[in-house]
């Protein structure tokens, strides 16, 4: 059992930066996999950045190269770094967590970023 609180969203222009944040309500460092995903308006939920326990990240392609994702097991903490953000950009941002540990998939509330043209 996590719980999971997002922040950081906001609103940017195109070529912009904002860092993300999630707080877990417990320790992360054993926890298999933490993770960003991101819903946009009228589309299915898709994943942006995992990172796993023993620091191994993956990302999706649309976003490598301007996103990093990080965790900091002494904050309990996840981040995302994202950068020369985009207008596709735009979605709800939700934080997960998943693994044996925590018995099994959980999500945060979400942070809505919003990215002008």
């Known amino acids: 059992q996590v719980q999971l609180v997002e922040s950081g969203g906001g609103l940017v222009q195109a070529g912009g930066s904002l860092s993300l944040s999630c707080v877990a309500s417990?320790?992360?460092?054993?926890?298999?996999?933490m993770g960003w995903y991101r819903q946009a308006p009228g589309k299915q939920r898709e994943l942006v950045a995992n990172?796993?326990?023993?620091?191994?990240?993956n990302y999706a392609d649309s976003v490598k190269g301007r996103f990093t994702i990080s965790r900091d097991n002494v904050k309990n903490t996840v981040y995302l770094q994202m950068n020369n953000l985009k207008p596709e950009d735009t979605a709800v941002y939700y934080c997960?967590?998943?693994?044996?540990?925590?018995?099994?998939?959980?999500w945060g509330q979400g942070t809505q970023v919003t990215v002008s043209s």
């Open positions: 997960h967590a998943g693994g044996a540990i925590i018995r099994g998939t959980y």
């Open positions: 417990r320790s992360i460092s054993r926890i298999d996999v």
């Open positions: 990172v796993y326990s023993g620091g191994s990240t």
